[in-house]
């Protein structure tokens, strides 16, 4: 075994953990965690079980852990990108309203049902990463929005954040499709955001959602 590790170099294994990590992301996503074996990963990567047991030699709940960190990297990402390339706080809350539509099917894939059955403490942790993201997330456009004269300068951020949160944490709950949850997350931020913007707040969405793309 030692000879076998030896002859890896470390191009080869920084190369190997992202590849890994995606193709358990793309099966667990599409099976569930419990129909994935090592094997079938492996299998799906023309690679021995050998090489996915070096980067995660206790197994599966650390593969699976670090699935959910790469998930979690990618919605950190778009909605830092939102940010960056919305022009006013308007079109940034508009923009996470159609991203948070397209990532429900994730949310309701056999994959999180048996994470939150199975793996607990890793549930646990992508809940409380959700949380903290998603309040620093709308805390953070709403003083935009403030400053930026689209927002009344009388709210109150973390309340009104943590009070979405709580509604939308109820929805995922009571949701009894993708579908219906993603058109109540819709309906949930649309009319936070009306309760938010100023006149000329309520100007900005009219004229967002009249042009491309189509907010």
Same mark, same amino acid.
């Given at each position: 075994m030692s000879d076998f590790l030896l002859s890896y170099s470390p191009? #080869?294994?920084r190369y190997e953990y992202p590849r890994i990590v995606a193709a358990a992301q793309a099966l667990y996503f599409e099976r569930g965690i419990e129909a994935v074996s &090592? *094997? @079938?990963?492996?299998f799906s990567l023309r690679m021995p079980v050998g090489a996915i047991e070096r980067h995660f030699p206790a197994g599966k709940p650390v593969l699976v852990q670090a699935v959910l960190e790469k998930h979690l990297q990618h919605i950190h990402h778009n909605l830092g990108q939102q940010r960056e390339e919305s022009s006013n706080a308007v079109e940034e809350l508009l923009a996470m309203r159609r991203f948070l539509q397209q990532t429900m099917q @994730?949310?309701? $894939? &056999?994959?999180?049902?048996?994470l939150e059955v199975h793996y607990p403490t890793v549930w646990q942790y992508i809940q409380r990463n959700r949380t903290d993201?998603?309040?620093d997330h709308l805390q953070a456009n709403m003083h935009r929005g403030m400053r930026e004269g689209l927002y009344r300068t009388d709210l109150a951020v973390e309340a009104l954040a #943590?009070?979405?949160?709580?509604?939308? @944490?109820?929805?995922?709950?009571?949701?009894? *499709? =993708?579908a219906e949850l993603a058109e =109540?997350?819709?309906?949930? &931020?649309s009319r936070f955001l009306a309760s &938010? $913007?100023?006149p000329a707040g309520a100007y900005v969405i009219r004229r967002l959602q009249e042009a491309p793309p189509y907010y």
């Open positions: 191009q #080869q294994t &090592l *094997s @079938d990963i492996a @994730d949310t309701r $894939t &056999l994959f999180f049902q048996e993201f998603m309040l #943590q009070h979405w949160l709580q509604q939308a @944490d109820q929805q995922l709950i009571l949701a009894r *499709s =993708t =109540t997350y819709y309906g949930q &931020l &938010l $913007t100023t």
